[in-house]
């Protein structure tokens, strides 16, 4: 694990006991017609609300909700669902336009419209992907890792 990628968490107000209620915000997405994988209610739990900046702060990864569904819809997240063979579900927004997604298993997405790709098992390196590595080193990949 990187250390860099749990101290910016760490920095953003995110602990292992970090605990806020996301039935709300549940209903929410079901109400908006988005599918609510099973892993996301811990996740949520953990994150929800959380705004993690880059040491630059050039870059961000931001967890509220209001911000994650203006830039995504139902319609998208069933299509990136239905390619890659797993349900996903809105969780971030990094920077401006990207949606970042979690999957049925716990795995996380990127998608920028009709690009989208593959960017971590957990959300550490998720973090490390998008704050930490320079920007463009890695490209939005839909196959799923070995």
């Known amino acids: 694990m990187s250390h860099g990628a749990l101290e910016l968490l760490s920095r953003a107000g995110w602990t292992p006991a970090r605990r806020v209620a996301v039935d709300d915000l549940i209903a929410r997405l079901r109400d908006d017609d988005h599918d ?37 819809g139902p319609g998208w997240c069933e299509a990136y669902g239905e390619e890659i063979g797993r349900l996903v579900t809105p969780v971030a927004r990094h920077d401006s336009h990207m949606a970042l997604l979690i999957d049925e298993s716990g795995e996380f997405w990127g998608a920028y419209d009709d690009l989208f790709g593959y960017m971590g098992r957990d959300i550490v390196q998720v973090v490390e992907r998008l704050l930490i590595d320079p920007p463009g080193t890695h490209e939005l990949d839909r196959r799923l890792p070995d």
């Open 36 to 72: 609510v994988v099973p892993p996301y209610r811990d996740f949520m739990a953990q994150f929800s609300g959380l705004i993690v900046g880059s040491d630059d702060t050039d870059r961000t990864l931001d967890f509220e909700m209001d911000h994650v569904l203006v830039i995504t």
